[in-house]
């Protein structure tokens, strides 16, 4: 078990440009999570799947964000022309079926807008 | 809809101290209450969790918070503060249901001073 994992850790982009984050759960854990984390925040719900269906989506997720879970392995999380507001930390976690009992977040990717 | 509220922005105490981190919390049904740490540009370790039970709930690093029902509370204490406990700390809550996505409060900083 090595945990989650984020690539990659940080990430600065220019305006206007697409970005893709990858997250590798904990191999046996069904569902996994996105989360997006700004300064002074508590981190908000983005998104979640279990296995390959993605079930969940905040409206914090607008049309140019779009998350993939492909196998129900890795998880993508792709941000098209990106904004100066997508600055922020994305985390990841993933969860068991008794996803009740908490999950494992992993280190998290910040992303710099500039 | 759920909510948590952490009415601290931060919190100082001197090591060796008892502390204290406050919580409260709204959820529709019975809550799944959970408290994390954070470290400066990491992601979100896992403390301790209330799902049911024993109202004192104990937790990593000799952490423990209480679960109470009335006032709808569940603060973090910890008898004897020790300066690598200064971190940053967030209460959340989940209702078990809606793939038990996590609702955060926007964070307690802990500062322990020698």
């Known amino acids: 078990d090595t945990g989650v994992s984020q690539n990659p850790r940080h990430k600065i982009t220019k305006r206007g440009q697409n970005v893709t984050f990858r997250c590798d759960p904990i191999?046996?854990?069904?569902?996994l999570y996105w989360y997006r984390q700004t300064l002074g925040q508590g981190p908000e719900f983005l998104t979640y799947f279990q296995n390959e269906a993605q079930l969940e989506k905040s409206r914090l997720l607008s049309d140019r964000f779009s998350a993939e879970r492909p196998k129900g392995s890795f998880s993508t999380l792709e941000i098209q022309r990106t904004e100066q507001g997508d600055s922020a930390m994305y985390l990841c976690a993933s969860g068991g079926r008794d996803a009740n009992y908490g999950y494992t977040f992993g280190s998290g990717t910040r992303l710099t807008v500039v | 809809a759920q909510s948590v509220a952490q009415p601290e922005d931060q919190v100082n105490v001197a090591e060796g101290n008892p502390l204290t981190v406050k919580c409260t919390y709204s959820v529709s049904g019975n809550p799944y209450l959970f408290w994390y740490v954070q470290y400066p540009n990491r992601g979100l370790q896992f403390l301790l969790k209330?799902?049911?039970?024993d109202n004192l709930v104990k937790g990593s690093y000799g952490f423990e918070a209480e679960f109470n029902k009335s006032q709808t509370s569940f603060h973090l204490k910890k008898p004897s503060a020790l300066v690598s406990d200064s971190a940053l700390y967030f209460c959340a809550v989940s209702w078990g249901g809606g793939g038990n996505k996590l609702t955060f409060g926007t964070g307690t900083q802990l500062k322990v001073e020698l």
């Open positions: 191999s046996e854990h069904n569902r």
């Open positions: 209330y799902i049911t039970g």
